[in-house]
């Protein structure tokens, strides 16, 4: 699902750890990282989920999104993961 607004994303885990939930983070153009908004989150403001997906919302009109997401679990919290592919955002109105 991707809108003028919002983009649905997933992730895969490597771990064999219990996880309790993840935290996503999004940048603009390559710029600074920055905390996502999303539906469902555990957290007013930011992404937090114990589910492999989330909807992303606020987001801007035709603009370059990368996203990356990073686990808390059993034995602490993980490094952040590899940065997502390039995402495009619709036109508004599209």
């Given at each position: 699902?991707?809108s ?11 771990t064999?750890?219990i996880i ?8 603009v ?9 999303c539906n ?6 930011d992404?937090?989920?114990?589910q ?15 996203f ?16 997502s ?10």
């Amino acid at each position: 699902m991707l809108s003028a607004r919002s983009v649905l994303i997933n992730w895969n885990t490597t771990t064999g750890q219990i996880i309790s939930n993840y935290s996503v983070e999004l940048s603009v153009n390559f710029s600074s990282w920055k905390n996502a908004v999303c539906n469902g989150s555990m957290v007013p403001g930011d992404c937090v989920v114990t589910q492999k997906q989330a909807v992303i919302i606020e987001l801007k009109p035709y603009t370059n999104y990368t996203f990356r997401v990073k686990a808390r679990g059993q034995f602490g919290t993980s490094n952040y993961s590899t940065e997502s592919k390039m995402v495009l955002t619709d036109e508004a109105g599209v």
